[in-house]
């Protein structure tokens, strides 16, 4: 399975934006990005496939965050805008060959999360 490291997060005011970051370490996957903050489930964020062109967005998203893949495709990335205080959570990057497991909450490979907090 995937190896992934993720990285990127921090803290920013609110209507702010961050772009986090997920390296992979293994075959070609595809990766998604989920959240998890304190008492609350853990929630889908974005997916992205293979090719760097099909994604899918939690409804968390609201239009306010892109997921992209580098020329290389060995890095993920999750462009976030208008963020808001209840955008605050560990942000943690997930792989898997199989969609359905991966958008699904069951991925073959998850990586350590990054915290990101919004607060003023």
């Known amino acids: 399975q995937e190896q992934l490291a993720a990285s990127g997060g921090g803290t920013v005011q609110p209507g702010g934006s961050l772009i986090l970051s997920c390296r992979v370490f293994?075959?070609?996957?595809?990766v998604a990005w989920y959240r998890q903050a304190p008492g609350k489930e853990r929630e889908l964020v974005a997916a992205?496939?293979?090719?760097?062109?099909?994604?899918q967005y939690g409804d968390v998203a609201r239009g306010r965050f892109m997921i992209s893949r580098a020329n290389a495709k060995n890095t993920v990335y999750l462009r976030m805008e208008a963020l808001e205080p209840e955008d605050t959570a560990d942000y943690y990057c997930?792989?898997?060959?199989?969609?359905?497991?991966?958008?699904?909450?069951?991925?073959?490979?998850w990586g350590q999360g990054t915290q990101v907090t919004v607060s003023s």
């Open positions: 293994g075959r070609d996957s595809s």
């Open positions: 997930a792989a898997d060959s199989n969609w359905g497991r991966l958008v699904g909450g069951v991925p073959g490979s």
């Open positions: 992205i496939d293979w090719s760097g062109v099909g994604t």
